[in-house]
């Protein structure tokens, strides 16, 4: 099985930041990775697809990069409603999500 | 527009069984796969099973593998979650997602419903 591993696990920001997450697979899983948000109470949504594909309607200050077993999502510029839990998730084999990222108000 | 709704949560006993449904609307149905994902209280999201467009393809987390059957009715675009010998780790929220492709894995979810709880609890 795949294992997915995100760091870090809580991030303290503030409005204006560039925030950095990262995301490790513990083999290689070329670009099937994909990012997802998630607010208190809802559902996740899809940010980006193939490790940096943005999904249509998602705010191009989302970004992805990365290839084989590290990759990393960048929001460029933290807006209020960017306040949420961020999963990883590869596709190769399986599915299989990180253990999240919450992203906290400084 | 892409509609998942999942009911069949609720309380049950350890040991108990359980079918989670999700009615799916706004999309041919059986063009897709779909997979059952859960989150327990306070936790992260942990896939726990899918299925091929067509149902003939399933797939199982170790956690619920030889306890949980997925399976489809393409004629009611419905997607199902048989649950039995139910534990209390089993406590979450399940949402079902659809996946990007007709096969399942290489496919991402890009819509999920709102979830269903089931507690498992004496």
């Known amino acids: 099985d795949i294992q997915m591993t995100q760091s870090p696990s809580t991030l303290s920001a503030s409005v204006g930041d560039r925030v950095t997450i990262t995301c490790r697979a513990s083999?290689?899983?070329?670009?099937?990775l994909a990012w997802y948000q998630q607010k208190p109470g809802k559902a996740p949504n899809i940010l980006i697809y193939k490790a940096s594909s943005l999904e249509s309607g998602v705010p191009s200050r989302f970004s992805g990069s990365g290839s084989g077993t590290e990759f990393t999502l960048t929001i460029s510029s933290l807006q209020p409603d960017d306040f949420a839990t961020y999963y990883c998730?590869?596709?190769?084999?399986?599915?299989?999500f990180g253990q999240g990222t919450k992203v906290e108000i400084k | 527009e892409v509609q998942l709704v999942e009911s069949g949560g609720g309380l049950v006993k350890p040991g108990g069984s359980l079918r989670l449904s999700c009615a799916a609307s706004?999309?041919?149905?059986?063009?897709?796969?779909m997979s059952w994902v859960r989150q327990a209280p306070g936790k992260g999201l942990e896939w726990v099973s899918g299925?091929?467009?067509?149902?003939?393809?399933?797939y199982y987390a170790d956690s619920v593998k030889g306890r949980f059957t997925i399976s489809r009715d393409n004629s009611k675009n419905t997607l199902y979650l048989q649950m039995r010998s139910l534990r209390a780790e089993d406590t979450a929220v399940y949402y079902c997602?659809?996946?990007?492709?007709?096969?399942?894995?290489?496919?991402?979810?890009?819509?999920w419903g709102q979830g269903t709880l089931v507690t498992v609890s004496s």
């Open positions: 998730q590869q596709y190769k084999s399986d599915w299989t």
């Open positions: 083999q290689s899983i070329s670009s099937w």
């Open positions: 997602a659809k996946c990007l492709g007709s096969f399942g894995p290489n496919s991402y979810f890009d819509y």
């Open positions: 299925v091929s467009g067509g149902g003939r393809s399933t």
């Open positions: 706004g999309y041919t149905f059986s063009s897709y796969a």
